[in-house]
């Protein structure tokens, strides 16, 4: 029983270590390029670690009004972040967690985890955290539907939320060429945009009260709690390059009870997607400019359209 | 094989919706035009992959007349028209695109349910054609019926034919004949609408039709 279960466990602390060290480096690696990009040096790639480090080491300052929650939130949203890291499969299929949690338990990790945060952004009682955490909530009313749909449709096509199944179903040819699943990476690559908070939707590098949503929210946090905070939003970044990668590029997943070289082959082919994956961000964030607050209502709810119109296409479709 | 070659039907048949909505989406009156152009290219595509499919070559023709008047001429001479009117400013929707997408769900959905009933026996192929093409058509009705401005009406007008062509090509044994008379009679209309659009202008100083309402002594 035990040693049945045993590969299936190693593979899991193995992928929960991975991403955990994996995402500050492809934090470094967008802003690296983005850097390029725009003919500036850049910091080098390993600095956010280094940050992360130093803010660990530093004192964390409180707001003398702060609630419980402020405190606690910080390591709620990185667990609630981590595990739902966990659960994405990477380099392999055969996850131990993969059985109990599915596409929807991400969607719901992740929507916990932002609901904490938009609290803590309103316990302070500062008008910029309360302006933050209205506008993560009015982004999060259509990018969670929109999300919803995207399930609905790989949930269809393939006949089950789980992300192991999900990923075996498209690498089969049974999935023939869909209209579907290309609306629903459309809205994908949307909603990873306005939930990561990058540049079209909120900008991760500014702090002009104008334009920021994320970093509002965080605007009261020091030490050790904005590092954690910080570890976490590199986490949900991984976390959907992985989701896109597992779904619409699974090719070198390696598959439930292979061997050790096909579970290498698998790691080097996930580090080959994320770097294009964070490559093709950096571009295209370099090459568009920032949209007003009021814009992105109508950008997240094409999304939404997109994911609508892809499960309604599915009916006359030949599978169902 | 059978199942690619639906694939490629349905791929090319929903695309044809999706660019529908993005008719909708749009507010300005150039990018409208190019997007109605794409409407057309990608129907020429989707009745070439009808003529292939049913070894029918008076399709190709079809698929021709499509490419060349509702790709090219129309839209140019739509383009020139907006020019000389000096209307290239955005378009005043009547409701906002969030509710207008919404409606357009709603007309998508009703179209599939009322096709999928309707046609139960048919062959899976033109049973998809014909739901797909139902949705382009009242999508152009809507497309018509929330816009304000002469010139979007009549681009609305043009993507409801579209449609009647996409179903006539999924319909098996459609004559040429009856395709050239409605490829015809639509370019006709177009001159006409053109004419009448310069018309409205010189009568009103605006091709907004709220205008013509007022002018009737209706109230809104």
Redesign the interface.
Known sequence: MISALLPGLLIQGAQMLVVLLLSPLLTGFVRKVKARLLRRQGPPLLQHYRDLLRLLRKEAVVAENASWLFRATPYMIFAATWVAAALVPTFATGLLFSWSADLIAIIALLGSARFFLALAGMDVGTSFGGIGSSREVMIASLAEPAMIMIVFILALIAGSTQLSTVAAFMQTPAVGLRVSLGMALFALLMVAIAENARIPVDNPATHLELTMVHEAMVLEYSGRHLAVLELAASLKLLLYLSLIACVFVPWGLAPAGAGWATHILGGAAYVGKLFFGGFMLAVFETSIAKMRVFRVPDFLGAGLMLGLLGTLLLFVSRSL | ME??V???A??LA??L??VS?MML?QDRLYSLLNVFAFHAVVLSLSVAWQAYIQDAPHLYVTAVIALIFKAIIIPLSLHRIIARLGIHREIETVVG??PT?LAG?GL??LS?VV??RATAEAD?LA??DL??ALSVLLLGLLMMVTRRNAVSQVVGFMSLENGLILAAAGAKGMPLVVEISVAFSVLIAFIVIGIFLFRIRERFDTVDVQTLDRFRGEKR
């Open positions: 199942g690619l639906f694939d490629i349905h791929l929903g695309s919706v999706l909505f989406y695109v969030g997408m769900m998508v959905a599939l096709m999928l899976p049973r998809e739901a797909f």
